[in-house]
């Protein structure tokens, strides 16, 4: 079946940093999609992407859909302890009606 | 706006019981959708409905799960008998319309299952 293979499983870096993830799928997708779970509390949407070569910013993060649709990255620059939580990636291929799959996500923790 | 509602946030079942999860979506979204959040990993889809009607139910296990969504407004998620596998997350999102694909998908804040 189709997966969705995320990396890194979890990063720790300090505060100042910039912090790059990727998604790399064994299909392709029309969308891509970043989200940002904290704990306790759902997946919140942080970037969408629905064109190949799509490069998308939303304040310090920055997200890109490949070129051969089947991989996007996600970067944060400056990182600030906020930060801190789980980063998913998520995407919607192409036979599919809404239907998304999700990466096994990114810890991400930011020391001062 | 008031945000996708999902209760109980805890349940603490013993295996074999019963338990059922109760989401209420944004108001005027017709598409809804259950995901199971296993620890570690990434949510994965079991239920998608359109007002009323099931879209796709592909990954729900239908031996001893089963949702509804009658009145095409709030759901209800069941497990019934509960297996220790099923402990996880239980996450609630749901879009305006199914129309368009890109529709953001906007999730509740989950209910987390714990069967011993």
């Known amino acids: 079946g189709q997966q969705l293979n995320q990396s890194p499983q979890s990063m720790f870096i300090q505060e100042g940093e910039d912090v790059s993830m990727n998604c790399t799928s064994s299909?392709?997708?029309?969308?891509w999609l970043w989200y940002k779970q904290d704990p306790g509390e759902g997946p919140v949407l942080l970037i969408a992407l629905y064109k190949a070569g799509e490069l998308t910013s939303n304040g310090r993060l920055t997200a890109q859909f490949g070129i051969t649709r089947k991989d996007s990255f996600l970067n944060i620059s400056a990182s600030i302890p906020s930060d801190v939580g789980i980063y998913f990636c998520a995407g919607r291929p192409t036979d599919s009606w809404g239907k998304l799959q999700f990466g096994a996500g990114t810890q991400v923790v930011v020391t001062p | 706006e008031a945000g996708v509602a999902q209760s109980p946030r805890y349940k603490i079942i013993e295996k074999r019981q019963s338990v059922a999860f109760w989401c209420n979506p944004i108001s005027g979204h017709a598409t809804l959708y259950w995901y199971q959040q296993i620890l570690g990993q990434g949510p994965k889809l079991l239920i998608q409905f359109q007002n009323n009607g099931v879209v796709d139910d592909s990954q729900l296990p239908k031996d001893r799960f089963s949702a509804e969504r009658l009145k095409g407004v709030d759901s209800t998620l069941k497990i019934q008998p509960a297996k220790l596998e099923d402990s996880a997350v239980y996450l609630c999102?749901?879009?305006?319309?199914?129309?368009?694909?890109?529709?953001?998908?906007?999730f509740g804040p989950g209910t987390r299952l714990l069967v011993l």
């Open positions: 299909s392709i997708f029309n969308t």
């Open positions: 999102a749901s879009s305006s319309t199914l129309a368009r694909p890109q529709e953001t998908q906007y």
